[in-house]
């Protein structure tokens, strides 16, 4: 199986499932099991709702792949659904209302939730198959992937592995800031040489009261236009290299610890900032990594067993698609029959 799919099959866990009645023409088949256009068309509508402008895009091959893509999902998670009633896995209503319960919790009341179901272009009864379908994936996943495990070997050999590059902590310092900010940034105004200029005098009479012996995070508190770090004296916490634009991250790494620095011109405005305090490269320790490199191997482990069996799944059963907008799931490395050849078009009752 070619592992370029993976990705369709990795996004099952997320496909709504949804029963619908009425004629609609048959697109794909697997063991029996039919796949309908008119499921199809409702995720692509429902995509669609998503989207600000109300269109996913203009371009015939991208919505081919989408589709192909939702095709390949729903296959998938119908290869689960009969894969759990073999196995008697089952999600009870309870479960599902009790999830539906919290969800609907969020909303200020029953109305609300329904009109944001309706925003979403889906209804209660397709929200309430897409929890059913996701607590059966999830409970399958459990079960398939339970007795994954990682060694401590492979922990400290990725650590070894990567030590250099992914557990590398760059120079960082501890920084505060007072920003005067440009009208138009503040209100999408017009930028004008007026409003500049007024930006300019208010951080300069901050400048003032700084070399008069004021505290840097008492005016911070009182004068800084980013509200956000303001409250908290201006404490922007800790900073990287490249993470703050270009004319700020330039003065702000040219500072010694306890340096307060002249006025700096970013796009946002003015601004005068303090460093702190600071942090030189160096590589965390296996011991601080430990926990997170072991975490990431064991979800990493369980992704790889989930995808094996997903495979497994799709390589004991026979596919085929009877649309020229096709799935991938019967390329494969081990010869398996492809079905294009023997693509025609139903109508189901």
Same mark, same amino acid.
């Given at each position: 199986?070619?592992?370029?799919?993976?990705?369709?099959?990795?996004?099952?866990?997320?496909?709504?499932?949804?029963?619908?009645?009425?004629?609609?023409?048959?697109?794909?088949?697997?063991?029996?099991?039919?796949?309908?256009?008119?499921?199809?068309?409702?995720?692509?509508?429902?995509?669609?709702?998503?989207?600000?402008?109300?269109?996913?895009?203009?371009?015939?091959?991208?919505?081919?792949?989408?589709?192909?893509?939702?095709?390949?999902?729903?296959?998938?998670?119908?290869?689960?659904?009969?894969?759990?009633?073999?196995?008697?896995?089952?999600?009870?209503?309870?479960?599902?209302?009790?999830?539906?319960?919290?969800?609907?919790?969020?909303?200020?009341?029953?109305?609300?939730? @329904? %009109? /944001?179901?309706?925003?979403?272009? &889906?209804? +209660?009864?397709?929200? #309430?198959?897409? $929890?059913?379908?996701?607590?059966? =994936?999830?409970?399958?996943?459990?079960?398939?992937?339970?007795?994954?495990?990682?060694?401590?070997?492979?922990?400290?050999?990725?650590?070894?592995?990567?030590?250099?590059?992914?557990?590398?902590?760059?120079?960082?310092?501890?920084?505060?800031?007072?920003?005067?900010?440009?009208?138009?940034?503040?209100?999408?105004?017009?930028?004008?040489?007026?409003?500049?200029?007024?930006?300019?005098?208010?951080?300069?009479?901050?400048?003032?009261?700084?070399?008069?012996?004021?505290?840097?995070?008492?005016?911070?508190?009182?004068?800084?236009?980013?509200?956000?770090?303001? @409250? %908290? /004296?201006?404490?922007?916490?800790? &900073?990287? +290299?490249?993470?703050? #634009?270009?004319? $700020?991250?330039?003065?702000?790494? =040219?500072?010694?610890?306890?340096?307060?620095?002249?006025?700096?011109?970013?796009?946002?405005?003015?601004?005068?900032?303090?460093?702190?305090?600071?942090?030189?490269?160096?590589?965390?320790?296996?011991?601080?990594?430990?926990?997170?490199?072991?975490?990431?191997?064991?979800?990493?482990?369980?992704?790889?067993?989930?995808?094996?069996?997903?495979?497994?799944?799709?390589?004991?059963?026979?596919?085929?698609?009877?649309?020229?907008?096709?799935?991938?799931?019967?390329?494969?490395?081990?010869?398996?029959?492809?079905?294009?050849?023997?693509?025609?078009?139903?109508?189901?009752?």
């Amino acid at each position: 199986m070619k592992r370029s799919v993976i990705c369709i099959i990795m996004l099952l866990i997320f496909v709504f499932v949804f029963l619908f009645a009425g004629c609609s023409k048959t697109i794909a088949r697997v063991d029996g099991i039919e796949i309908k256009q008119k499921e199809v068309d409702t995720y692509i509508n429902f995509y669609k709702k998503q989207s600000t402008d109300g269109e996913l895009t203009q371009n015939e091959e991208e919505l081919k792949t989408l589709e192909a893509n939702i095709i390949d999902s729903l296959i998938v998670t119908r290869l689960l659904e009969k894969y759990a009633e073999e196995n008697n896995i089952t999600v009870s209503s309870e479960e599902v209302d009790k999830q539906m319960g919290v969800i609907i919790g969020t909303y200020p009341s029953e109305e609300d939730f @329904e %009109k /944001g179901l309706k925003d979403m272009g &889906i209804d +209660k009864k397709f929200l #309430v198959n897409y $929890f059913r379908s996701l607590m059966l =994936s999830s409970k399958i996943f459990n079960i398939v992937t339970a007795d994954t495990t990682v060694t401590e070997d492979e922990v400290k050999q990725y650590y070894e592995d990567n030590k250099n590059t992914l557990f590398l902590v760059p120079v960082r310092v501890k920084a505060s800031h007072i920003l005067s900010i440009f009208p138009w940034v503040e209100d999408n105004s017009e930028e004008t040489e007026e409003g500049r200029e007024e930006a300019l005098e208010k951080i300069k009479r901050v400048e003032d009261k700084l070399k008069d012996g004021g505290d840097f995070e008492d005016l911070a508190r009182q004068y800084s236009n980013d509200t956000t770090s303001a @409250e %908290k /004296g201006g404490d922007l916490g800790f &900073i990287s +290299k490249g993470q703050m #634009v270009e004319e $700020f991250d330039k003065a702000l790494f =040219s500072l010694d610890v306890g340096e307060v620095s002249e006025i700096v011109e970013t796009k946002y405005g003015f601004h005068i900032i303090k460093v702190y305090d600071r942090q030189e490269e160096h590589i965390q320790k296996f011991d601080e990594v430990e926990e997170s490199i072991n975490t990431y191997l064991l979800n990493l482990h369980k992704a790889e067993k989930w995808e094996d069996f997903i495979f497994s799944l799709i390589e004991e059963v026979n596919i085929e698609y009877f649309t020229d907008v096709e799935g991938t799931l019967n390329s494969t490395d081990t010869g398996t029959e492809d079905n294009t050849d023997t693509r025609t078009e139903e109508e189901s009752e």
